[in-house]
């Protein structure tokens, strides 16, 4: 008998989505990631829960997945997402006739659009351009995707299924013609083990190509970079996109205090290239002005790059031309292997009508009968599991900390994290002794992500550490460099004004005062 029903490949949104969904059809699920849940491609994007305003005109299959996907994740999973609404702005650079081909598209889409003068636009966000020329309404919001994935996670786990990160697939095991599990090594032990599984789900994104190729299943995956620059600056309180076909720089998102402008569009041969290019970064800046006036004069506080995982069976589409529907691929009926399922393509937006569909095809060759549950499933809020299912609210971690916990220790200001969070979220990991924890720790708590770049949190989270007996001294140092150096490759490509003198005080903390490098080293 197989250890599982099904091994899920992949921690991002539609691996997690899938594993809920099967775990709630009462099936033995196993999600395994190579890293922590949202370490790829579903952790590095600007944060757009999409109405599927952006999409309506060129490709309006998309859109309407987004706009009834956004509908059903504003019940499912309020407390990760922010209902900030959303406007389209045609800028004096943009084409004055899109507009009448945009409204007809997002009517034919089933995308609510009201518009509204330029005036009111501007009596609600200030900040704006000034000169722009019309201004539409559409249900976009901010969506959070790591308190998400955790969520999904902590679902997954409480219907008895097993969430394993930081263990790599390294081989997939074909008998016959079947996949019949696959091969994992830790990545801090190096320790390997086999998973038999019934059937596999390869839910790898960006990667999927390279884990169908274990099965020998030829899979064309065209990755997309797109880079993003965080400002230390809210400037509005609603998504701004430009009225335009999309293109780069036309997304400014409200995430939290800060907002994120995004993206660019590179074709990149490798799914692990992550890099900020300085043109890109310029770029950003620059159509930032076109949105927000001195835009580019603001403290530009981060910058990070995700990879896109396009895919279009027997199409050359890369890029913006690609569409962003999705596919789910049974390989038993594509490449005569079975026990094999891809699904691939699609955006965060997507990610549960993606794990659905997948799911299903799952269950049909399992003879399973179950319906989906995922669009009526409330899932839970891991951090404030007693506030209810409540929309996320900017001023929300505040009011906690005043309300319930005025007596704790701060430790992350800018992101309102304590020490009681810090000790919490240490206790649940379940590899705490790993050089990675504090970033594993960002992610569940923000820990290290508002202006200081984790220089005045960073030590003190790994104090906490040490003292609560999680790590012993070395482990606890090497948890901080590792820390200090990932907070450090996002503000690399930023090392001007505000940001370099920010980048100059974290490195006398921690090379001048702290000593971390030759800590390190002995």
């Known amino acids: 008998m197989p250890d599982f029903d099904v091994l899920i490949i992949g921690g991002g949104a539609t691996g997690g989505g899938t594993a809920l969904d099967l775990a709630l059809r009462g099936l033995r699920v196993a999600l395994v990631e190579r ?3 949202t370490d790829g491609t579903s952790g590095r994007y600007h944060g757009l829960l999409h109405s599927g305003g952006r999409y309506a005109v060129r490709d309006p299959e998309s859109a309407r997945e987004c706009i009834e996907e956004n509908r059903l994740l504003r019940k499912i999973v309020p407390h990760g997402i922010e209902d900030t609404g959303g406007l389209f702005i045609q800028t004096p650079d943009d084409d004055a006739e899109y507009a009448e081909k945009w409204i007809i598209a997002c009517r034919e889409c089933g995308i609510a659009t009201e518009e ?4 009111q636009a501007l009596k609600e966000e200030p900040t704006l351009n000034p000169h722009i020329r019309r201004a539409f309404r559409v249900p976009d919001a901010a969506c959070d995707s790591f308190d998400i994935l955790t969520a999904l996670g902590a679902a997954v786990q409480a ?5 394993m990160t930081y263990h790599q697939v390294v081989g997939l095991r074909v008998e016959g013609d079947r996949v019949i599990g696959a091969r994992l090594r830790h990545r801090r032990t190096a320790e390997e083990r086999f ?4 059937m596999v789900v390869n839910a790898a994104g960006a990667w999927a190509g390279q884990i169908a190729a274990m099965a020998g299943c030829p899979l064309t995956v065209r990755p997309s970079k797109g880079t993003m620059v965080a400002m230390a600056y809210r400037f509005v309180n609603t998504i701004i996109n430009r009225l335009h076909p999309p293109g780069d720089g036309d997304i ?3 995430v939290g205090t800060v907002a994120v402008i995004g993206t660019t569009s590179v074709n ?4 692990n290239d992550t890099s900020v290019q300085p043109w ?5 800046l620059e159509e930032g002005e076109k949105l927000i006036p001195g835009f580019s004069q603001a403290r530009a506080l981060r910058a990070w790059a995700g990879v896109r995982p396009l895919y279009e069976e027997g199409a050359s589409a890369e890029g913006r031309e690609a569409k962003r529907t999705f596919a789910v691929l049974d390989h038993a009926q594509r490449d005569g292997v079975g026990g094999l399922i891809t699904v691939v393509g699609g955006k965060f937006t997507t990610y549960r009508l993606m794990a659905e569909r997948a799911a299903d095809v799952v269950c049909t060759h399992l003879g399973v009968t179950g319906p989906c549950q995922t669009s009526e499933y409330l899932l839970p809020d891991a951090r404030f599991p007693l506030t209810g299912p409540k929309p996320h609210w900017l001023g929300h971690r505040l009011a906690h900390l005043e309300k319930a916990r005025a007596k704790d220790q701060l430790i992350c200001e800018c992101e309102i994290v304590t020490r009681q969070d810090v000790e919490a979220a240490a206790r649940a990991h379940p590899d705490v002794a790993a050089p990675w924890v504090l970033d594993d720790l960002r992610r569940d708590l923000r820990l290290g992500m508002g202006p200081c770049q984790g220089g005045f949190c960073g030590y003190r989270a790994a104090g906490i550490l040490h003292e609560s007996g999680c790590q012993d001294a070395s482990q606890a140092t090497a948890a901080l460099a590792d ?3 990932r907070r450090w490759k996002g503000q690399q490509p930023l090392m001007w004004g505000q940001g370099l003198r920010q980048a100059l005080l974290d490195e006398q903390i921690y090379r001048a005062t702290l000593g971390l490098e030759r800590l390190t080293t002995c």
Do not use: K, N, T, W
């Not at 219907?159 to 969430?163: A, D």
């Not at 990149?268 to 799914?271: H, L």
């Open 268 to 271: 990149v041969a490798d799914p």
């Open 116 to 119: 509204i003068s330029p005036a």
């Open 252 to 254: 400014l998102v409200p």
């Open 280 to 284: 890109e970064v310029r770029l950003m």
């Open 159 to 163: 219907h008895g299924g097993q969430v």
């Open 483 to 485: 820390f200090a150096q």
């Open 35 to 37: 890293a922590d849940l």
């Open 195 to 198: 998973i038999a599984a019934a």
